[in-house]
C-alpha cells in the first residue's frame, strides 16, 4: 500500500520527465526532418568496377556534373538534389539488386544509369513493377520501348543504319562484325544483315567475343584468332560492336596484325572520346566511330559543356556521347520536375513528353510515342590528336524509330526471345 502511495506521488514527476525527453528528441528530429523535405534524391546506377567501368565512370562524372549545376542554381521548386551512387559491378546481377534497393530503400524519385543492353533488360521489369522512372544514355538496337524509361540515346535509325549505309557508300562493299557476346550485338548485327540483304554489300564475317570475361588471358587469344580470320579474309570494313575494355585488346591486337585505318578502316558503334583515352593515338587515326555527340561539335551550347566539365574534372578530361546523354537527361528531368511541380515519378513521366532541350549535340525533343529522342546521326574520323573529326551528319534531328521496319515488331520480339532462351534465361551468352 505505501508502495503504490509513492509511485502514485512520483507520476507527475514522470510525466514532466517524459514531456522534457519528448521535447529534446523533437528538437534533435525535426532538423532533419526538415532537411529530408528539403531535398530531392535521384540514383545514379553505374559500373565503378569491372570490364565496363572504362566506359560507365565518366558517365557518372557527367551526370553529377548537372545535379551540381542545377543546385548551384537554387535546385528544383526550392530543393537540392542529393544523388545516391552505387556500384553496379558490371555484373547484371548487382544492377537488379541494386535498382530495387535505390527504389524501395534509398526512396529515389529518378534514377540515371546503365550501359549496357543486358543490363537494362534486366532492369526494366523492375522499374515497370513499381512505376518509376529511368533515363537510359546510351545509344543500343531498339527492338524495346517502355513507358517507365526515357532512353536519350540513339535508336538503329540514329546510329546503327545510317552509318552502315554511309559506310556502303564511302568505305566499301565487304563487311566483317565483331562483337560482344549479349544483346545488343547480336540485334545490332541482324539490323545490319537486313540492310546488306537488299543491296549489292554483304557480311563475309562474323565473330563474337565474352562481354565480361572470366579470364582476360583467354579473352585475348579469341581477339587473336579473331583478327586473323580479318586477315585471311581480307574484308572493306570492319563493323565493331565490342563494347568495354575488350576495346584496347581488340584495337592492340589490330595493329600486331598491320592492320591499320589505311588497309582495313573500323567503324565503331560504342567506342568514344573516353575509351581512345586508354589507346595509342598512333594505332587509331583514321578510324570511324558512329554517334549523335562528339567533343569536337562547334557550338556554342557544347562549348560551355566541355569547359565546364574539364573545370570540375581536370582540364585533360574528354566528354563522349553517353556522357552527353547523361548530362541533358537531367537537366530534363529537372524541368519536367518543374513543370509537374513534383518529383513523383508518376506525374513526371506525363510531363517529360514531348519536352525539347538545345544540349550539346544540338536539339534533343523526348517523343511521346515512345520515350525515345529525336537526335542528330553522325559519323567522325579518329584525328592524330585523339579526337574525332566529323566527315558526315544528318543535319537535322532524326524521329526515333526502335523498331527498324524490315521486319515487323512481332519479328523482332521473337528473335530476342529466342536469343533469351538459347541463353538460358539471360541477356548475353554464357561463356
Avoid at 540513339?154 to 549479349?182: C, E, H, K
Avoid at 518543374?338 to 515519378?345: I, L, M, R, V, W
Avoid at 543535319?395 to 524490315?406: A, G, R, T
Wanted: hydrophobic share 40%; net charge neutral.
Amino acid at each position: 500500500m505505501n508502495y503504490y502511495f509513492r509511485a502514485s506521488q512520483s507520476l507527475p514527476y514522470i510525466g514532466l520527465l517524459a514531456f522534457v525527453l519528448i521535447l529534446i528528441g523533437s528538437i534533435l528530429f525535426i532538423p532533419s526532418m526538415l532537411t529530408e523535405r528539403s531535398i530531392i534524391r535521384v540514383g545514379i546506377l553505374h559500373s565503378l568496377t569491372g570490364a565496363m567501368a572504362i566506359s560507365e565512370k565518366p558517365v557518372v562524372n557527367a551526370t553529377l556534373l548537372a545535379i551540381k549545376e542545377l543546385n548551384n542554381n537554387g535546385g528544383i521548386l526550392g530543393k537540392q538534389i542529393k544523388p545516391v551512387i552505387i556500384d553496379g559491378q558490371s555484373d547484371n546481377r548487382v544492377f537488379a539488386k541494386e535498382v530495387e534497393r535505390l527504389i524501395t530503400e534509398k526512396k529515389v524519385d529518378a534514377i540515371f544509369g546503365c550501359w549496357t543492353s543486358s543490363c537494362r533488360k534486366i532492369i526494366k521489369p523492375i522499374v515497370e513493377k513499381y512505376q518509376h522512372i529511368f533515363f537510359y544514355p546510351v545509344q543500343y538496337e531498339g527492338l524495346e520501348q517502355s513507358k517507365n524509361i526515357i532512353y536519350t540515346g540513339a535508336t538503329p535509325n540514329q546510329q546503327i543504319i545510317p552509318a552502315i549505309r554511309w559506310a556502303m557508300d564511302n568505305l566499301g562493299q565487304r563487311f566483317f562484325l565483331v562483337s560482344s557476346d549479349y544483346i545488343f550485338p547480336r540485334a545490332a548485327n541482324q539490323i545490319i544483315h537486313d540492310i546488306v540483304i537488299n543491296s549489292t554489300a554483304e557480311v563475309i564475317g562474323e565473330e563474337y567475343i565474352p562481354l565480361h570475361p572470366h579470364n582476360p588471358e583467354q579473352q585475348t587469344i579469341k581477339i587473336q584468332k579473331m583478327v586473323q580470320k580479318i586477315l585471311s579474309s581480307n574484308p572493306d570494313v570492319i563493323v565493331n560492336t565490342i563494347n568495354g575494355d575488350s576495346n584496347v585488346i581488340f584495337f592492340e591486337q589490330l595493329a600486331a596484325a598491320g592492320i591499320y585505318a589505311d588497309k582495313i578502316p573500323v567503324i565503331s558503334f560504342s567506342l568514344g572520346e573516353n575509351e581512345l583515352q586508354y589507346l595509342d593515338k598512333n594505332l587509331m587515326q583514321g578510324h570511324y566511330s558512329a554517334w549523335n555527340y562528339f567533343q569536337s561539335i562547334k557550338s556554342e551550347q557544347n562549348k560551355k559543356f566541355v569547359a565546364a566539365y574539364q573545370q570540375e574534372f581536370g582540364h585533360n578530361s574528354v566528354v563522349s556521347d553517353p556522357m552527353e546523354s547523361a548530362y541533358y537527361g537531367v537537366l530534363i528531368w529537372a524541368e519536367a520536375v518543374f513543370a509537374a511541380q513534383s518529383s513523383k515519378p508518376s506525374q513526371v513521366l506525363e510531363d517529360i513528353m514531348g519536352h525539347g532541350y538545345k544540349a550539346p549535340e544540338g536539339m534533343v525533343i523526348i517523343e511521346p510515342k515512345n520515350r525515345h529522342t529525336w537526335k542528330t546521326a553522325r559519323i567522325a574520323r579518329i584525328n592524330k590528336n585523339g579526337q574525332f573529326s566529323i566527315v558526315w551528319d544528318s543535319v537535322y534531328p532524326i524521329k526515333p524509330k526502335p523498331y527498324p521496319s524490315s521486319r515487323t515488331q512481332e519479328e523482332w520480339q521473337h528473335y530476342l526471345e529466342s536469343l533469351y532462351q538459347q541463353w538460358d534465361g539471360n541477356w548475353e551468352a554464357p561463356q
